[in-house]
């Protein structure tokens, strides 16, 4: 486009020349677009300016489209509809992006926690456009650390400055393995060193489980030294079913949702407990929306817990 057009041009222009054209009528055209007459005469008169030709034939009767005018009429009423379009889908993308809540969290929290968070919360904050982002410990504390994320719930995969961690809740550690295991059918309570002398499946090093486990003293040789390391909670699924070695995972990460005969026993001595924590960037504030939601977790981090049987899941206790 000619710089001197683009430096005139208005869309108040175009638009009252679409009005005029379509009405026929410069009054009803005025009374349409809420301004004077004599205001919108020269308006279109501005606007056949900078066109540089008629564009309309005025009698005293009727306002007719010149030919220019009946070949511009389609042309400019196209860019008034792609103008409003673009506003309005930029409105619409500003909206979702405000009510937008990017949360980083582990998939145990993903599939046991959040569903049902989410679906009591948007009862009163039906808006809210809720994305999870599933990822291990240090992706997680690397989402929120880039701004990827607004916030993030898992155990703490390493201490950062730049990163706040609130406890939220926390679940207890125990066996897991199919249920025709002789450690399943066993009826006294288990310990760790019931596990002795029996194939062990591990997460991988750069798991937040395996990092919870290194810390532990007194665990069994088997725990240590791993029959089996697998990445994923499904491929380890996958071996407990054959019934001949076991693993050891927090209680929401226990992989019974993906097959019924695997099963979840509470192991002591040592007790070891899962803690998961909102991790937040400190050198820049929440948004709304997202501080909104944290608040609302921290508010029914009991209610939550509630659904898990046996005080599996908890809310620690707050530090001294």
Same mark, same amino acid.
């Given at each position: 486009?000619?710089?001197?057009?683009? !430096?005139?041009?208005?869309? =108040?222009?175009?638009?009252?020349?679409?009005?005029?054209?379509?009405?026929?009528?410069?009054?009803?055209?005025?009374?349409?677009?809420?301004?004077?007459?004599?205001?919108?005469?020269?308006?279109?008169?501005?606007?056949?300016?900078? #066109?540089?030709?008629?564009?309309?034939?005025?009698? $005293?009767?009727?306002?007719?489209?010149?030919?220019?005018? *009946?070949? /511009?009429? &389609?042309?400019?009423?196209?860019?008034?509809?792609?103008?409003?379009?673009?506003?309005?889908?930029?409105?619409?993308?500003?909206?979702?992006?405000?009510?937008?809540?990017?949360?980083?969290?582990? &998939?145990? #929290?993903?599939?046991?926690?959040?569903?049902?968070?989410?679906?009591?919360?948007?009862?009163?904050?039906?808006?809210?456009?809720? *994305? +999870?982002?599933?990822?291990?410990? *240090?992706?997680?504390?690397?989402?929120?650390?880039?701004?990827?994320?607004?916030?993030?719930?898992?155990?703490?995969?390493?201490?950062? &400055?730049? +990163?706040?961690? %609130?406890?939220?809740?926390?679940?207890?550690?125990?066996?897991?393995?199919?249920?025709?295991?002789?450690?399943?059918?066993?009826?006294?309570?288990?310990?760790?060193?019931?596990?002795?002398?029996?194939?062990? %499946?591990?997460?991988?090093?750069? $798991?937040?489980?395996?990092?919870?486990?290194?810390? %532990?003293? *007194?665990?069994?040789?088997?725990?240590?030294? &791993?029959?089996? $390391?697998?990445?994923?909670?499904?491929? /380890?699924?996958?071996?407990?079913?054959?019934?001949?070695? #076991?693993?050891? +995972? @927090?209680?929401?990460?226990?992989?019974?949702?993906?097959?019924?005969?695997? %099963?979840? !026993?509470?192991?002591?001595?040592?007790?070891?407990?899962?803690?998961?924590?909102?991790?937040?960037?400190?050198?820049?504030?929440? @948004?709304?929306?997202?501080?909104?939601?944290? !608040?609302? /977790? =921290?508010?029914?981090?009991?209610?939550?817990?509630?659904?898990? @049987?046996?005080?599996?899941?908890?809310?620690?206790?707050?530090?001294?």
């Amino acid at each position: 486009m000619n710089s001197k057009i683009a !430096r005139n041009l208005t869309i =108040k222009q175009i638009r009252a020349f679409v009005s005029v054209a379509n009405l026929g009528s410069f009054s009803q055209a005025a009374q349409k677009l809420a301004i004077s007459q004599p205001a919108l005469s020269l308006t279109v008169q501005q606007f056949e300016e900078i #066109v540089g030709v008629a564009l309309l034939k005025r009698t $005293t009767r009727s306002v007719k489209l010149t030919e220019h005018g *009946r070949e /511009l009429l &389609p042309k400019a009423q196209k860019l008034l509809n792609d103008i409003e379009a673009a506003i309005g889908e930029t409105r619409a993308s500003a909206e979702r992006r405000e009510n937008e809540i990017k949360i980083a969290v582990l &998939p145990s #929290v993903a599939i046991r926690i959040l569903p049902e968070a989410m679906r009591a919360y948007r009862e009163n904050a039906a808006q809210a456009n809720i *994305r +999870l982002q599933d990822d291990n410990g *240090r992706g997680i504390q690397l989402q929120v650390k880039s701004g990827a994320a607004d916030f993030g719930i898992c155990n703490i995969w390493m201490n950062d &400055p730049d +990163l706040d961690f %609130v406890p939220f809740m926390r679940d207890r550690v125990g066996l897991v393995c199919h249920a025709g295991h002789p450690l399943a059918m066993r009826k006294h309570a288990l310990t760790w060193s019931h596990l002795e002398h029996t194939p062990f %499946v591990a997460m991988a090093a750069d $798991t937040g489980i395996c990092r919870l486990m290194e810390g %532990v003293e *007194r665990l069994p040789r088997c725990v240590q030294e &791993p029959a089996h $390391t697998v990445l994923t909670i499904a491929a /380890l699924a996958g071996i407990l079913e054959n019934r001949e070695a #076991v693993s050891a +995972l @927090p209680a929401l990460a226990a992989p019974d949702y993906l097959n019924p005969s695997l %099963v979840y !026993r509470e192991l002591s001595e040592p007790v070891i407990h899962r803690e998961l924590c909102l991790i937040t960037p400190r050198d820049r504030p929440v @948004p709304a929306t997202a501080e909104n939601f944290m !608040r609302f /977790l =921290k508010g029914h981090s009991n209610r939550i817990c509630s659904m898990f @049987p046996n005080n599996t899941v908890d809310v620690p206790a707050p530090a001294d």
